[in-house]
């Protein structure tokens, strides 16, 4: 992995495919309710990154794939680090719905 792998964001079409194909996930939107309610990706949750430490209402297995998403990218990797030491091991960034080509729900 070469230093420019780490700006690199995930492709997040590639990794909704990886949601749909992984038992038990989640898909996590962690905009604000007003970014959440202008479109969003099907089957998505919405806990803001503001509102992260109330996960465990909704999220009570720590051993749940979370996979995390928000409007560029920078939010769920942050996120993402959020859940990790919150001791959600599984919770992945993938990316920003800015470069998502799938569905949009209303």
Same mark, same amino acid.
């Given at each position: 992995m070469g230093l420019l792998d780490l700006f690199k964001m995930p492709n997040i079409n590639d990794k909704v495919k990886e949601y749909k194909a992984t038992s038990g996930a989640i898909l996590l939107d962690v905009r604000t309710p007003e970014e959440y309610r202008s479109g969003r990706i099907p089957?998505?949750?919405?806990?803001?990154?503001?509102?992260?430490?109330?996960?465990?209402?909704?999220?009570?297995?720590?051993? #749940?794939?979370?996979? #995390?998403?928000?409007?560029?990218?920078?939010?769920?990797?942050?996120?993402?680090?959020?859940?990790?030491?919150? %001791?959600?091991?599984?919770?992945?960034?993938? %990316?920003?719905? %800015?470069s998502y080509h799938g569905p949009i729900e209303r």
């Open positions: 089957g998505s949750i919405n806990v803001p990154l503001q509102q992260l430490n109330q996960i465990t209402s909704v999220v009570t297995d720590r051993g #749940t794939p979370l996979f #995390t998403y928000c409007q560029g990218g920078t939010r769920s990797q942050q996120a993402v680090a959020q859940l990790k030491q919150m %001791g959600y091991a599984n919770a992945i960034n993938i %990316g920003g719905i %800015g």
